[in-house]
């Protein structure tokens, strides 16, 4: 216990000693790293996080695979620019969608935060999943648990902890490797993964090296760099000083319950507390720290010592719950939580975001068009008494399907020639061409006209374009 949390003696003789914040869990007086060796945690709470991140990993490995119209459901194709969401394909003029989309999921995580605290980190964060659900469970397989983990660390070279080691190495990395491919197939598609896969090395060679690279990236992370990406890295957990009030419910030690802490005696003479200072909220923490010395940024809500401490608690038969999810508030008053200010106006701006980016979502264009008069010309008077203007029409297609479309002059009588006959959109592309609006002359009274045009697929009308007609102004 001491050579890994070298702190805690120091703690452990007052409750309010704030020295703990001079320091980092993982990191030694002499400034080396501490490596973090958690007990397993046993209980309901993991139980149910067991189970959420199943389901986690089941869509995050399966999503690659499923098809709507023959594409992924999900792709972030940055070097093609190609982006689908739920099967629908964004453009770059589709950008700010996005920027909407981004920011709502942004307001979302803060909203979250101020109410519930880090619940994002604990539950749905794909480290913490990756970490705790898959490479420390696969950990505990190989190296065994905690304690067989320290004296493993600690022993010196010999073939068992070479082979331990190899093990280690080999099943990490091959994992790593498995989500980097997971990671690719988000990227560029699962079929251009498995027809890499088909055709080798030698062909794909700089998609092998980039794949190789994120491997050891993950590996690297999960073997070594660990908890430090939560604590040191991520932007998220550094912002929670800011997010958090005294009001946000998070993973707390209720202190007013539990004060002044101490070993349990055989007659209970009412001197303490309920905390029997154990330290198995400490044993299982990954990121290393104290919960009872108060909500710290290196807390990932990940529950594991509410587990640790109901398990105790019920052990010496007392209530559950001395640590567990409240807001700082409540545990120094015994109220119930209530809606202030900051969660109004979150919900407020959320609310808001939420109907601009589902309008954005439903009336989202399959085509879109343009239409621009042609540089250069006015207008043509034409034998048979009607004026003649000449247009340019751009239309993106933004369908896995050719469309064909027509062009319709809504608010009043005209002929419309395209050039080339025929408007046909190949799928997911760019065509433009001229067009020609002839109108009657007696129609044209002044020097521009207001006219509105149609974009038909088939008999729906996709787009509205208002534009003008110029004519001699007689
Ligand atoms: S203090 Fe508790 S909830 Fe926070 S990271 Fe440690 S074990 Fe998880
Ligand atoms: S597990 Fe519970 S009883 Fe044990 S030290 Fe932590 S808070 Fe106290």
Redesign the pocket.
Known sequence: MEELYPNIAEEKKEYLDQSFRDSVATISKQGKRNFILPKKPKGKFYNWRTVASLIYLLVFFTLPFIKVNEEPVFLFNVLQRKFIFFGQIFWPQDFFIFAIGFLTFIMFVILFTVVFGRVFCGWACPQTIFMEMIFRKIEFWIDGTAHQQRRLKEMPWNGYKIRKRAIKIAAFYFISFIIANFFLAYIIGMDSVLAMVKEGINPNMGTFISLIIFTTIFFFVYYWFREQVCIVVCPYGRLQGVLLDKKSIVVA?DYVR?EP?GKIKKKDTNEYG?????????RVCPTGIDI?NGTQLECVNCTA?ID??NS??EKVNRPTG??RYESEENIEHSKKTKINWRISGYSVVLIILLCALSIMLITRADVDARILRTAGQMFQSLPDGRISNLYNIKLINKTRKDLQVSLHLENMIGEITIVGNKLIVPKESYYQTPFFLKIDRQLIQNRKTPIVLGVYQDDKKIETIKTTFLGPGY
């Open positions: 030690y539990g802490r309920d905390c029997i200072d154990c330290f198995d909220c400490v009872r010592c640790a401490c105790i608690m001395l640590i």
